[in-house]
């Protein structure tokens, strides 16, 4: 089966630009990258086609050769395919920007990793905003070279095969291909002595400490970035950053979501039932809430601005409590005479007014259960 047509592969007309070239193969070079599709060769063998297409169709040359002699023009020039058909997933984005706003090859630069670090909190330390210290394995500038790569005392010389540009041209047939230096790997110099620390790559393994400011109003999954405290770049090059993501603990008396806090408050029937002044707890400190009398389970009081003032702005957030009726329980005797006095005194004739969902509740089982039997 013969090669689909490079035009085909990258899903662009003939007459397209080079920038909608470029576009259409930043998107399916990320949709079918093997760091993307482990395993998967479908993935990897497009991936190769896609890369094929890109660097054809993006040279002035092999374009117009491909447009006059097909793929037949490649086999002439002795095989101009993509090499490996692989790349870094970072080159993907470096190589295309770097192309479309004029930045031309590159080598890469080696940037240190972004780390991320996993910080748990108490909701009030979430809400006020606290200040950690961390301790994170991390690769830092190694404390002999200097983040050289080259044992002290000794230089670092420039490349003589690419005279420090990391690029060396290569002909094949009516064609010249930049590629990174053989020599070199792309670095432009070249490190005679290595330093015994970190073997060259200027960069050691090592514990760091550091201070991380949480502002007030993190909630779960929020991150806090530290820009420059990620895995230092090799040999000086730029480092990587530091995402510390947040995780609040579940606390003993507050359910928060977003901006309100929610809670449960207890209440004893008499109080239910006769109304009342009751404590409740907020973050600020203990507030009165009044109870009206005749209050059922469930029932929702909000309290304005006692919730949590967001780290994205806006007004504070409120508190509500929801009223529990607790069932009294270990009665005396004194209290079960009370009690049962109150009950009796329910059914003296009233027509459920003192219990008016129950009486609907019954009313409407009785009809419920009429209606079968006819």
Same mark, same amino acid.
Do not use: W
């Given at each position: 089966m013969g090669k689909l047509d490079y035009y085909e592969v990258l899903g662009v007309p003939k007459n397209a630009e080079e920038r909608e070239i470029k576009r259409s193969y930043k998107r399916l070079a990320i949709k079918f990258h093997p760091d993307r599709n482990p395993g998967d060769a479908g993935a990897e063998a497009k991936f190769k086609e896609i890369k094929e297409a890109y660097e054809v169709l993006t040279d002035p040359q092999k374009r117009a050769a491909y447009d006059q002699y097909g793929h037949s023009a490649f086999d002439q020039a002795g095989g101009m395919g993509s090499g490996s058909g692989t790349a870094d997933f970072? $080159?993907?984005?470096?190589?295309?920007?770097? @192309?479309?706003?004029?930045? =031309?090859?590159? #080598?890469?630069? =080696?940037?240190?990793? @972004?780390?991320?670090?996993n910080i748990e909190l108490s909701l009030e330390e979430a809400v006020r905003g606290v200040v950690k210290e961390i301790r994170i394995p991390a690769l830092v500038e190694c404390d002999v070279c200097y983040g050289t790569g080259a044992k002290p005392g000794t230089?670092?010389?420039?490349?003589?095969?690419?005279?420090?540009?990391?690029?060396?041209q290569m002909r094949q047939g009516f064609f010249s291909v930049q590629q990174s230096c053989p020599t070199c790997q792309g670095q432009g110099k070249i490190i005679k002595n290595i330093c015994v620390r970190c073997r060259g790559h200027g960069r050691a393994e090592k514990l760091k400490t550091l201070s991380v400011k949480i502002p007030a109003g993190v909630d779960t999954g929020d991150r806090v970035r530290l820009s420059g405290e990620g895995e230092v770049g090799e040999r000086g090059a730029q480092s990587g950053d %530091?995402?510390? &993501?947040?995780?609040?603990?579940?606390?003993?008396?507050?359910?928060? &979501?977003?901006?309100?806090?929610?809670?449960?408050?207890?209440?004893?029937?008499?109080?239910?039932? %006769? =109304?009342? $002044?009751?404590?409740?707890?907020? %973050? @600020? =400190?203990?507030?009165?809430?009044?109870?009206?009398?005749?209050t059922q389970t469930g029932r929702l009081f909000r309290m304005r601005g006692k919730g949590v003032k967001s780290v994205r702005g806006g007004g504070r957030g409120d508190?509500?409590?929801?009223?529990?009726?607790?069932?009294?329980?270990?009665?005396?005797?004194? #209290?079960?005479?009370?009690?049962?006095? %109150?009950? @009796?005194?329910?059914?003296?004739?009233?027509?459920?007014?003192?219990?008016?969902?129950?009486?609907?509740?019954? $009313?409407?089982?009785?009809?419920?259960? $009429?209606?079968?039997?006819?």
């Open positions: 970072s $080159d993907i984005f470096g190589d295309v920007f770097g @192309d479309i706003f004029g930045g =031309g090859h590159r #080598q890469r630069s =080696g940037r240190g990793a @972004d780390l991320r670090y230089s670092i010389v420039t490349c003589l095969t690419c005279h420090g540009q990391g690029q060396v %530091l995402y510390v &993501e947040v995780k609040v603990r579940k606390h003993p008396i507050f359910d928060r &979501e977003d901006k309100n806090l929610y809670c449960e408050v207890p209440v004893n029937f008499a109080m239910a039932a %006769l =109304g009342g $002044d009751i404590e409740v707890p907020t %973050l @600020d =400190g203990r507030v009165k809430l009044r109870v009206p009398a005749e508190l509500l409590c929801r009223v529990v009726v607790e069932t009294p329980v270990r009665l005396n005797e004194r #209290q079960r005479h009370l009690l049962q006095e %109150l009950s @009796d005194s329910f059914k003296e004739g009233r027509g459920g007014q003192n219990s008016p969902r129950s009486k609907n509740f019954f $009313d409407g089982v009785k009809k419920f259960f $009429d209606d079968l039997t006819r």
